[in-house]
């Protein structure tokens, strides 16, 4: 491949067409991260078939696909099947001997606006409990949607409204709170849902959300918070 000097890049590129992956690896100059200021081009580009390819054409035996009374094929099996991590997190405050579940933020564009745009929105889920063991499925849920734009978004108007597989969830006007930041305004809604409409929302094929007059379209990602969020709210048997 040739040497790669501190300062360059080296750029790899799996397949062809429209499915092309390509990899960027920026080396450290020594001084901080290379940044889109001080960074010129100047790298290599590798062109590669992707290994899926040749896997594509493997096929297994009928022999191979039973695994029920073979422990070899078991034991491999299981370095196949990685577990998702779960996108919550639960922490206990042992002075309100509460515990606190939180899913990872999830980052939304408005519609009609670029992911660079000075809007950005978040969203999150959670609930909490009395104590440290879950006794009971929870009932109740929230949703959090938490924003950072150059004005204020939802300060006259921030009634939530989902759009869920053609069936409408109004989530009501919440509670907000906000403030003026020195790079712009940040704000914090928070609304109540019960765990039907949560499971509704989680189970959906195309979720739209309007807060206000600003409206989401959430990918299907979104789901699998959602469904992580009901998963801890739920009594493990």
Do not use: C
């Not at 969830?169 to 019960?194: A, M």
């Amino acid at each position: 491949l040739g040497t790669v000097k501190l300062g360059q890049a080296l750029i790899i590129k799996y397949g062809t067409g429209v499915n092309d992956v390509w990899f960027l690896i920026a080396f450290n100059k020594g001084e901080g991260w290379i940044s889109s200021d001080d960074f010129s081009f100047d790298g290599y580009v590798i062109d590669a078939k992707s290994p899926l390819e040749e896997l594509s054409k493997l096929e297994l035996t009928p022999d191979e696909i039973k695994i029920d009374n073979n422990p070899i094929a078991q034991q491999q099996y299981q370095y196949i099947i990685v577990p998702r991590t779960p996108r919550v997190t639960s922490e206990y405050d042992k002075f309100k001997d509460k515990t606190f579940v939180r899913s990872e933020i999830f980052y939304a564009w408005p519609e009609g606006r670029s992911k660079d745009a000075d809007v950005h929105i978040r969203v999150a889920t959670g609930f909490a409990y009395a104590g440290k063991k879950l006794n009971i499925n929870i009932a109740r849920f929230y949703i959090s949607i938490i924003s950072h734009s150059d004005s204020w978004l939802f300060l006259q108007n921030h009634s939530l409204i989902l759009f869920v597989d053609a069936k409408r969830i109004r989530l009501g006007i919440g509670y907000h709170s906000g403030e003026i930041l020195s790079h712009g305004v940040g704000e914090v809604i928070d609304y109540w849902i019960d765990r039907k409409d949560l499971a509704t929302i989680a189970n959906a094929k195309t979720v739209e959300m309007q807060i206000g007059g600003v409206e989401l379209q959430m990918s299907y990602d979104f789901n699998t918070y959602l469904k992580d969020t009901l998963a801890a709210g739920t009594v493990k048997k």
